[in-house]
């Protein structure tokens, strides 16, 4: 889609949005509301949300219908995810969704300008298109997903960018899950400045 022709004040591409428990990250185990844009540039082979890159496919939405939707459900969390929703500008969904007293938090690449008001920023690296510099500083979370045993010392380049009060997760691949995860308990309990995350909405099977 060319983002000329989506107008980020008053609409997004809305691939889904849903009530939900939050299952990964520093959030785990939270109701939230998920709020997934459409559109991505990364491009990550393990992605398990491929059909949200394309954002030509997902109904571009108004932001006020967006809010009026998270607003129907008890918890004031909502996730901003994608797709890579940095994509576009995410002021007026941020704004709009604090007005309503919504907790927010983003889940990105960090691979597009920083924008928005965020209360949590999760801050998850790929290797197929890096974070700008800026969004170290402004991580809460740093979140990186072990495919492989390289992939720990890749984390830890990442870490050395980040702020000093910024949380540092590990967490296994999905489909690398049961090969990957006693190389990161072994690992984390040898650096114990990281946490073990995992997805437990896939163990628990919550949508």
Same mark, same amino acid.
């Given at each position: /889609?060319?983002?000329?022709?989506? +107008? ?10 849903? !009530?939900?428990?939050? $299952? ?8 939230? !509301? ?8 990364? $491009? ?20 006020? *219908? ?6 129907? #459900? &008890? ?6 995810? $994608?797709?890579?929703?940095? /994509? ?16 927010? +938090? ?5 691979? #597009? ?9 999760? =801050?998850? &690296? *790929?290797?197929?298109?890096?974070? =700008?510099?800026?969004?170290?500083? #402004? ?29 540092? =997760? ?9 090969? /990957? ?5 072994? !690992?984390? *309990?040898?650096? &114990? ?7 437990? #909405? *896939?163990?628990? +099977?919550?949508?």
């Amino acid at each position: /889609m060319d983002k000329t022709a989506i +107008n980020p004040a008053i609409e997004l591409p809305l691939m889904e949005a849903f !009530y939900t428990i939050q $299952g990964e990250g520093a959030y785990s185990g939270c109701a939230a !509301y998920f709020i997934r844009l459409g559109g991505c540039d990364v $491009g990550c082979v393990w992605c398990d949300v491929k059909d949200s890159w394309n954002a030509d496919k997902w109904p571009v939405t108004s932001i006020d *219908k967006i809010v009026e939707e998270a607003n129907k #459900h &008890p918890a004031k969390l909502a996730v901003i995810t $994608g797709g890579e929703p940095l /994509m576009y500008d995410m002021s007026v969904l941020t704004a709009n969704l604090r007005s309503q007293g919504f907790q927010i +938090n983003v889940e990105t690449s960090g691979a #597009h300008a920083f924008s928005g008001s965020w209360d949590w920023v999760c =801050l998850s &690296p *790929k290797k197929f298109k890096a974070p =700008l510099p800026e969004w170290y500083q #402004h991580a809460n979370e740093l979140k990186v997903i072990i495919f492989n045993q390289s992939d720990f010392q890749w984390a830890e380049e990442h870490a050395s960018k980040i702020n000093s009060g910024c949380k540092l =997760l590990l967490q296994p691949e999905w489909s690398k899950q049961e090969k /990957m995860t006693p190389l990161i308990v072994d !690992y984390v *309990k040898e650096n &114990p400045q990281w946490q073990i995350s995992l997805q437990t #909405h *896939k163990y628990l +099977n919550i949508p």
